[in-house]
């Protein structure tokens, strides 16, 4: 109890010295930076709540913005229009409109068009409206009888939807020289005006805004729009806020929350932190700030995706769908694949581990000479680990046979021409289902042996030469002391060689992706490779993703055991 408080003490007093080291400007400079931070990671939680989790109280918006991100990309341009606090459909219902120039003049009904949604183009006289590329938007709905105060009674309208309206996707005219426009519009709210925005598309700026009334049964008056010269011009019910900076905040959401949150630590750490630690602080926090937003964000949001259903072609709202991606992983047509997948990544991994454990072994103990001969031999050896494995692939390919590779006309690979002189038939090495994996590790064991070998040369040359003096003086021969000495010694080099090698050979994709492709059928279908396959190929993305948290479990229980194993049998001691 004596001592707890003598720490305490000891603690309290070392916290008053570093208060007193700590400016006003300081302070005041860490308080700043707490309250910048507080605002970027609430504007960064909000963007991720209404975007990535789609947390239920922000559906509408989520709903508003994706929508208007699909018609952006369809018609090839920026996220554009208003964020509408009021409802999916709050826009405006066109009924009737005209323009007139100097030289030309033209109409659109809404009665001249079937009834039903989801219209690409609706063309009058002079004045459309226009669908985008690919995004159907728009709406002829029947109505209650209005009259114009021409004279005309309309039964139907067109509907310009109010939610994340873009501005390419209402009412469109071309002119050639100055006029007005005319629109007979109510508001799509019971109680409450909508406004209705002319847009100059040659510089998005705004040219005439009116305020279309709500439907009150009175004789409808026309809405006039006067524009100043020739162009193009969109017609646009106009929302409550701008769309596109809810857009970026929920494209920027991760980085605003995690700057936020470094915002804020450093603010805290400025209150109670000498300046001169604080510049120690400051050289770290990039390198943090790296690994968060590159390693330990995309492993999480991996895991999120893994609930939803998303594919890679997806560009509106992810739906969450629970545990259906690991139920068909686990229970539907998935779980043959993914216990064939992880089969054939079991043999591949147990096949690299012995090639490079023994390989470089006794490739060590070959070169484990001084002479300048051997030098450039272990070079030699060595080289291989330098070159890129998709060249190295490619290589390998015309060496084993692939009809990639080869051609058409060309039936054998250099190594089965090679054996041929010899009298001996090759297999089809890469397009034979019982061969095509034995191909991808020749491959393999050319490229891991020499690094292997380095690892263990540098090891063995660490051995004091008084333990294989001692034992020739007991009468042991070289197996001997091989067996007692060298392969004790070098149990924490064979440790970390089986961890890495281990690691490495489990997560293989870019030299079975070059060689065969998972193939011939799958027969090397490895785990990254499917995963692989799933979402670049499939597109299904979200099924990709539960694989690979799955596969990531995995790896880190065979890791830890591995570890837990190596602390208790393995000797360090030199």
Request: charge should be negative; hydrophobic fraction near 45%.
């Amino acid at each position: 109890m004596k001592k707890d408080t003598f720490d305490q003490r000891w603690r309290a007093r070392q916290h008053q010295l570093e208060q007193r080291h700590i400016s006003r400007r300081q302070r005041v400079a860490g308080i700043v930076l707490i309250v910048l931070g507080a605002l970027l990671a609430a504007t960064g939680l909000f963007g991720y709540l209404v975007g990535d989790l789609q947390f239920s109280a922000f559906t509408d918006l989520a709903d508003q913005v994706y929508a208007a991100r699909e018609a952006a990309q369809s018609a090839g341009t920026e996220v554009t229009g208003a964020l509408d606090l009021h409802g999916e459909d709050s826009g405006v219902r066109v009924f009737y409109a005209t323009y007139e120039t100097e030289t030309e003049s033209g109409f659109v009904n809404a009665q001249d068009f079937e009834l039903g949604e989801d219209k690409k183009s609706l063309k009058g006289e002079g004045l459309q409206f226009p669908g985008t590329k690919d995004y159907m938007n728009l709406v002829v709905a029947e109505e209650t009888p209005v009259t114009l105060d021409n004279g005309m009674e309309m039964t139907q309208s067109v509907k310009l939807r109010g939610a994340g309206n873009s501005k390419y996707r209402s009412l469109k005219l071309t002119v050639e020289g100055p006029g007005t426009l005319s629109v007979y519009a109510v508001s799509s709210l019971e109680d409450a005006e909508r406004k209705l925005v002319l847009y100059n598309t040659k510089d998005g700026a705004e040219v005439a805004t009116a305020m279309a009334p709500a439907a009150d049964g009175s004789t409808l008056t026309a809405l006039t729009f006067t524009f100043p010269e020739a162009g193009t011009y969109y017609l646009s019910s106009k929302g409550d806020l701008p769309l596109a900076p809810l857009s970026t905040i929920m494209n920027l959401a991760i980085i605003l929350l995690i700057l936020g949150v470094v915002f804020i630590f450093n603010g805290v750490m400025m209150l109670h932190q000498r300046w001169e630690r604080m510049k120690d602080l400051f050289c770290v926090e990039p390198a943090l700030i790296f690994f968060l937003l590159f390693v330990y964000y995309p492993v999480i949001d991996m895991v999120r995706i893994s609930f939803t259903d998303m594919g890679i072609l997806t560009t509106g709202k992810q739906e969450f769908v629970g545990l259906s991606n690991y139920n068909w992983l686990f229970n539907q047509s998935g779980a043959k694949y993914f216990w064939e997948s992880l089969r054939i990544t079991a043999t591949y991994t147990f096949w690299e581990v012995v090639i490079t454990l023994v390989g470089g072994m006794l490739l060590a103990l070959l070169f484990n000479r001084m002479s300048r001969g051997f030098n450039v031999m272990r070079s030699i050896v060595f080289m291989p680990k330098y070159i890129a494995v998709s060249t190295s692939a490619v290589v390998f390919m015309w060496i084993l046979y692939s009809p990639a590779a080869a051609g058409a006309n060309q039936s054998e690979g250099i190594l089965n021409y090679f054996l041929s002189l010899f009298g001996i038939t090759g297999p089809h090495w890469l397009i034979d289902a019982s061969t095509a994996l034995t191909g991808v590790l020749i491959l393999t064991a050319w490229r891991v042996v020499g690094y292997a070998m380095m690892i263990y040369l540098s090891a063995m040359q660490g051995i004091p030469q008084d333990y294989y003096e001692a034992a020739r003086i007991d009468g042991a021969d070289g197996v001997q002391q091989f067996r007692f000495i060298t392969v004790p010694l070098l149990a924490p080099t064979t440790l970390f060689l089986f961890v890495t090698t281990f690691i490495a050979s489990m997560k293989v994709f870019q030299s079975v992706d070059v060689m065969t492709g998972g193939g011939p059928g799958t027969a090397t279908n490895v785990m990254v490779q499917w995963i692989y396959n799933l979402t670049f190929q499939d597109f299904r993305t979200a099924r990709g993703a539960a694989v690979s948290v799955v596969f990531f479990l995995i790896l880190l229980v065979c890791t830890m055991a591995t570890m837990k194993y190596s602390n208790k049998n393995v000797n360090y001691d030199s």
